[in-house]
Structures are given as C-alpha cells and as structure tokens.
C-alpha cells in the first residue's frame, strides 16, 4: 500500500472518529438530561361563577372578606399581595408565556422555536400533557432533533415548573395548580400569559382549602 493511501486512511480514520466522538459529547455531554420528571396527577374541573369589581391588571376576581392590598409588599402592574388578620397571602403574578424565549434566557445554546412548534407545544400546559406522555428513549443514534428537542423540553420544564405535586385545570379555564403542604399555586394560561395565583397560609391557624380556593379561582373574568 503506498504511503499516501495510507495517510488517506488515517486522515479519514481521524475524521470519522472525531464527528464519533463529537456526537457522543452531543448526546451524552452537552445535551444529557439529568431532570427527573413525575407526571401531573388528575385534573380539577372548575366552572366560571359570579363576577365581583375587584380587579387585578386583566382580571376581575372575588377576593374573601376580610382580604386587604398589602401595599408594602406590592408592586404596580408586577405583584400584588393581599392578606388578612388570620395570616393569610394571595399574591398575584403573570408572565408571558414564551416557552423558547424561557430557553433561550435560561441556556441559550440552540433556538428551540421551531422545536417547540413542531411538537405542538405553546405553552406549559402543553409541555406537561407532552411530557406526561413523552416515551422517547435518547440514545447514540437518535436524531439530533429529537436530542435537543428532549434536553429543551426539560430544561423548560426544570426552569418553569416546581417538583411538587399538581393537578390539570379543566372546565372554563386552562392551567394546573401545585400543591405545598398548605399552600396552593394556581397558573391559569390566558392569551399567551401565565397567571399565577400563590395562596399561602403556613403561618395561619384558618389554612386555606382546596375548596376555597377553587371557589376564589371560579370568580375570574379575563377582560380580553
């Protein structure tokens, strides 16, 4: 064999192992999931009830009695807090529901848009439902989209949703709620926005119920 062919050889040798190489630091680098996901257990149907004036950026909501605008702890247009004598907090947010735009300011390494669409995936909700059913086994020879499209869909999901226990929201209204020992997290999905509800009650000897709460959420109205 002539010396030339020979250093062919080696070059191609060298090539291959090299893209080998690199597509295993891809998959089980760079790219590996180390997020352990349990699936979203049961689903609360919740219907619209009466309509009050309190209102809340762009929502109405009947808020218990005795609930009063913490001020000191609220800011404009970003959080409000309320709370009452028996120790108890609401505190409303909301977000934009941007699920690459979440990728993109937590790692960045990849546009994750196209990914996402594709897979029908538009906001958190669809992420859970997707990830409750998701049985994609990443190995060498998978495709790369399916490797990024797996690490993107944990890295979201380890970036937006809490490990905790938590049920789907049915009925006139789409999100889930967690659950923390006596404290419930509601995230309603309006119009591409995440409203989050957290109602706390650890300090408080009248701890919110499960009931109450839903009764508080049936009283949302979006405005638009």
Partial sequence: MKKSTKILICVIILIAGVILGYRAYLIYGKYKVTV??????????IENSQACDSSINNYSICLPEGFVLDEENTVDKAVYLYHDSNYRNIRFVD???DLAQVFHDVDGSFDASNLLEDANIHDTVDLLRYLDS????????????????NYALFKIFDNTVPTEKRSYITGDYTGYINYYDNDYEVNLIHNHRRYVIYFSSVDSPVPFTQDEVINIISSIHFKN
Avoid at 36 to 45: L, P, V
Avoid at 135 to 149: E, M
Wanted: hydrophobic share 30%; net charge negative.
């Fill in 134 to 149: 998701y049985d994609v086994d990443i190995h060498y020879f998978s495709s790369l989209k399916d490797v990024k499209l």
């Fill in 36 to 45: 352990a996901y349990d699936k979203t257990e049961g689903e609360i149907k």
């Fill in 95 to 97: 977000v934009d529901e």
